[in-house]
């Protein structure tokens, strides 16, 4: 097993273009004739005179048509079962609830920290979709920083194959910045960014204003960080469509990937790999900002420790994020109940949670078939975006019942990215360097500011619109950004059109 993983993150990593003519169909899930018909469906459209077939069902069978409001990522899929649908009602309570300080008589809800970014899972997914930079006066609750050191010589991180567990946090603050503390304790930290009003000029004279952030902490509770320390802002991603990302066959993530761009068309997608926890194998990350997560359990569980300091059985640790340079974190009580279970958030809690989170639907698309969202997805088409946002995929036979064989429209190829220096955090995750990050999925986007109450894109937040955002895209989508701002102001609105769409 490990001969042949190697094998795998070899050829991955340094002929890329082999691995994809190698696994273009090549999927065991699959008979010849089902093998034919997926890659006709998913093959690149040319006609942009009409919809595609299916495309307002962008999750395919799980797809919702509920109101669109402000709840509208909060819907089960459309094809759970009752007894799925009981589930889904259980971990979704368990997402919304809010964990205490121990001790506590709420024996089952206690365990809080002692040091935290968030009380509750809803927090953090506010309405189940993307976080937001804080504003002035507001303290940072979906949004944070992870923080790591370059290893050291004595690299104490789990490797398989070359690949590493996690990063080497810094030896005072840990893997994040916790900018709340329980009761008697002081917080890590506040997070702080700084704009500056930046301007881009596009063909036709138009002038965009962009805001350039800078991160740094203030009130620093614990001393110094070390000098090495690299910081990254992230805020929380959508939860939508989780269930059926988690079930597109490697084989045809991988399919797309080209590190060293052997076909010469400016894109270099990389897959990132991790050390997934339950199986010690290794497995393609295709969760997270840089891919570091193979699962939604082992995300879920490192949620629940690093943000809300809640030990699970996949990630035991009552004191969460805290080192041993924290001593006054470590004396702290935890919710350790040995009567309920091995941990603060014992089976079933993390189990339930994870399902609920493979479950939740993707939105219905809307105005498919409206001319001006037709003519923005040829310009979508056009300028280069649909190489990275890769639009449509068919999940495995091999799921189970609610995301087997659905022919979906996440808009992503889940790989790493070079976006340049203006995206850059300098900050390495497993195999993403400093200036790489994961496509993230577009699918539900036009919707973001109705369930947020407000619109903010990319890693940090920091673009205010859909174009600001598009004129961020540097390193490998430089063409595509520069294609962008060459349109014409109708038809850049017939493009943004089509993503509203989504």
């Not at 002929?15 to 994809?20: D, E, Q, W």
């Not at 504003?135 to 104490?156: C, N």
Request: with cysteine; proline share 6%; charged share 20%.
């Amino acid at each position: 097993m490990q001969v042949r993983l190697t094998i795998l993150l070899a050829v991955t990593l340094m002929s890329g273009i082999v691995l994809a003519q190698d696994n273009i169909g090549v999927r065991s899930d699959l008979s010849a004739n089902d093998m034919a018909r997926v890659r006709a469906v998913t093959a690149p459209t040319t006609d942009f005179s009409k919809p595609e077939k299916f495309e307002n069902m962008q999750a395919g069978a799980a797809t919702t048509k509920k109101v669109v409001d402000a709840n509208v990522y909060s819907h089960f899929q459309a094809n759970l079962s009752f007894a799925q649908q009981a589930d889904f009602g259980v971990g979704d309570a368990l997402f919304r609830k809010l964990w205490i300080s121990a001790p506590s008589s709420t024996q089952a809800s206690d365990g809080l920290g002692p040091l935290f970014n968030s009380r509750a899972c809803q927090s953090c997914h506010v309405k189940d979709g993307r976080g937001h930079a804080p504003g002035p006066d507001e303290v940072a609750e979906s949004m944070f920083l992870r923080l790591s050191v370059p290893p050291g010589e004595k690299d104490t991180r789990q490797s398989l194959d070359g690949v590493f567990a996690g990063e080497v946090g810094d030896p005072t603050y840990g893997t994040q910045l916790q900018n709340f503390a329980v009761g008697g304790l002081p917080a890590e930290g506040r997070m702080v960014i700084d704009y500056t009003e930046m301007t881009a000029t596009l063909g036709d004279g138009s002038v965009v204003s962009l805001r350039n952030p800078h991160y740094s902490v203030s009130d620093l509770g614990y001393g110094p960080m070390a000098d090495t320390v690299m910081m990254s802002p992230r805020v929380a991603p959508p939860m939508i469509g989780l269930g059926l990302v988690e079930q597109i066959p490697a084989e045809d993530i991988l399919a797309h990937a080209d590190p060293a761009d052997s076909d010469g068309d400016g894109i270099s997608g990389k897959a990132n790999y991790t050390i997934e926890p339950v199986s010690q194998t290794v497995m393609l990350g295709r969760f997270g900002w840089k891919a570091g997560m193979a699962t939604i359990r082992s995300q879920a569980a490192a949620a629940f420790a690093g943000d809300i300091g809640i030990a699970t059985p996949l990630v035991n640790k009552p004191f969460g994020d805290c080192t041993s340079n924290q001593p006054a974190c470590l004396a702290m009580p935890t919710g350790e109940q040995k009567r309920l279970g091995l941990s603060e958030a014992p089976d079933p809690v993390l189990e339930m949670v994870t399902a609920y989170s493979q479950t939740l639907g993707v939105p219905e698309r809307r105005k498919v078939d409206d001319p001006q969202v037709l003519r923005g997805k040829q310009g979508f088409y056009e300028i280069g975006c649909a190489s990275c946002h890769v639009p449509k995929f068919v999940t495995s036979r091999d799921a189970d019942s609610a995301h087997k064989f659905q022919l979906i429209w996440p808009y992503s190829d889940f790989l790493l990215h070079d976006m340049g220096e203006g995206l850059a955090d300098h900050r390495p995750e497993g195999l993403a360097d400093g200036y790489e990050w994961r496509t993230p999925p577009l699918w539900g986007i036009g919707l973001n500011e109705t369930v947020a109450g407000q619109a903010q894109f990319l890693h940090d937040g920091r673009a205010r619109s859909l174009s600001e955002a598009i004129l961020w895209h540097g390193g490998e989508a430089q063409k595509a950004r520069d294609n962008f701002a060459k349109l014409s102001e109708s038809t850049r609105d017939d493009l943004i059109a089509f993503l509203e769409s989504l």
